[in-house]
């Protein structure tokens, strides 16, 4: 089992932690209301997706996909991840391709190593900001999972440029392919989006506080949130189906301690 914090490390009311209850197999996102599972995960996002209120400019709703044969081919973005992994494994056993792309920069190729015997599987090991060989995935992809992102707080606070153009350069590229061929994405944000809490509980409509630039890691929050805002302008402008998933502090196998937690 996956396992997350059910409070993250943002801290939610009392409230909200009765809904949170005890830690439970968990996929990687939490929304505030419940915790969801690996598989719901997929189901939620993948299969069902989450409809803004707000129409694109061009007054067209994207079209999501739904039911099992919508995604036949996937591609996740930084798969050979903790969390890209698991969601490989399971998008696996759900009868869809997946095409992995990871640097492994922090991503570990032992993580994959079990998948490969599946004809349905394949590995690149490239960087998104190689725009040739994504351009060529994400035109075979009938849906794309965005993990690929800087990790851990020890890099994000000792390589803070690198944070800034893994996150931004790589969502850009992902974002504009996608937005080609209005292939649905799935971009994978993080709980420092909320920024500083100084409420009880999280909304997604407060106003966030980041404190000052002079801040050691601030890179990560500052670049995550011109990611989700980059997403909801291609959802408004071009009708690009777009999900933004907030992940919390997430834990479970095939995670490593190296980039700390």
Known sequence: ????????????STEDRSLAGPRREIGAFHNR????????LVDKFAFH????????????????????????NVLITGGAGFIGSHLAETLL??????????????????????????PAFSFVRD??????????LVAQADMVFH?????????IIEQPVRTIKTNIACTEIILELCAQRRTPVLLASTSEVYGKLQRE????????VLGPTSRSGGGCDSSKIIDEVLAKDYYNEQGLPAVVARFFNT?????TGRYGM
């Open 49 to 72: 997706g989450r409809i803004s209120k707000l129409r694109p400019s061009n007054g067209e709703r994207p079209r999501y996909p739904r039911g099992p044969d919508a995604m036949r």
């Open 1 to 12: 089992p996956i396992h997350v914090s059910p409070y993250g490390s943002r801290g939610v």
């Open 127 to 136: 960087t998104v900001i190689h725009r040739e060989v994504t351009t060529e």
């Open 33 to 40: 209301k419940n915790l969801v599972d690996r598989d719901s």
């Open 251 to 255: 834990i479970g196998p095939r995670q």
């Open 147 to 155: 993990l690929a992102a800087a990790v851990g707080v020890h890099l």
């Open 93 to 118: 056993q759900r009868g869809c391709a997946v095409q992995v792309i990871d640097d492994l920069s922090t991503g570990c190729e032992q993580n994959i190593a079990h998948l490969r015997q599946n």
């Open 201 to 208: 509980k999280l909304r997604e409509d407060g106003d966030v």
